[in-house]
């Protein structure tokens, strides 16, 4: 009895360790993914419709801006060190999708914050022509592909900026309801994002299904012929 009561713990020891070592094995190469090359993350605002809707969940490269640079059009994660977001201001998410893809997430040391690209550093963004565009480096913007709302002026806030080394000029799809650099000049930071506070560029959303698609920059159409600031 004691001979069979014996190999059937080892049995079930072997079964666990053997789980366990799998487990073990996914969570090394999940946090290894999320730290360095991918991360999902969740939409909790409207600010980048309709390229972006209320609880979509995106794929991002982490490789961007660390091996590849950004462009001028990117949408890109970024850590929002200068307390853009409200303190108070938290979203609710629950089921168990958003148990597993949040422990895919993984925790961040500060908000984050989806916006898109419109100026890299040296260039000199204005607000607006007398088309009511956006003009990069004197080139106005034709932004209808992505605007959730294409109706000039492109921004309701009138600003000309240059933008310091290492900085970027992000605006939101949904002008008119996007909390972005323009809110924030003449405030710590001008409205800048350091590049070094970028996650990474948004590729694609993958859930829910309905909304699968892939995240354009419009580099080559909008920002095409805006020249690089020598």
């Not at 014996?6 to 072997?14: Q, V």
């Not at 070592?21 to 999320?34: K, P, Q």
């Not at 998410?93 to 550093?121: A, N």
Request: glycine share 10%.
């Amino acid at each position: 009895m004691n001979v069979v009561l014996h190999s059937s713990l080892r049995s079930l020891w072997e079964k666990f360790r053997g789980t366990l070592f799998t487990l073990l094995v996914v969570v090394t190469i999940v946090v290894i993914v999320r730290t360095f090359l991918f991360g999902v993350y969740y939409i909790p605002s409207g600010s980048m419709l309709n390229t972006l809707q209320l609880g979509d969940r995106i794929f991002v490269s982490r490789l961007h801006p660390t091996l590849f640079p950004l462009k001028r059009g990117d949408v890109v994660v970024f850590r929002d060190k200068n307390h853009w977001i409200p303190d108070d201001d938290t979203s609710s998410r629950s089921g168990l999708l958003d148990l597993i893809l949040g422990f895919i997430e993984g925790r961040e040391p500060h908000k984050l914050l989806i916006k898109r690209v419109i100026g890299l550093p040296g260039d000199r963004v204005t607000c607006c022509s007398e088309a009511g565009r956006i003009v990069v480096n004197g080139r106005e913007l034709d932004e209808t592909p992505y605007l959730y709302d294409a109706t000039p002026p492109a921004s309701s806030i009138v600003f000309d900026v240059v933008i310091p080394e290492g900085r970027l000029w992000v605006m939101g799809d949904n002008r008119n309801n996007s909390a972005d650099s323009r809110l924030h000049i003449g405030l710590p930071g001008g409205g800048f994002v350091p590049i070094a506070d970028v996650v990474g560029r948004a590729l694609l959303v993958f859930w829910p299904f309905g909304h699968w698609k892939i995240l354009h920059n419009y580099h080559d159409s909008t920002f095409k012929g805006v020249s690089r600031v020598s």
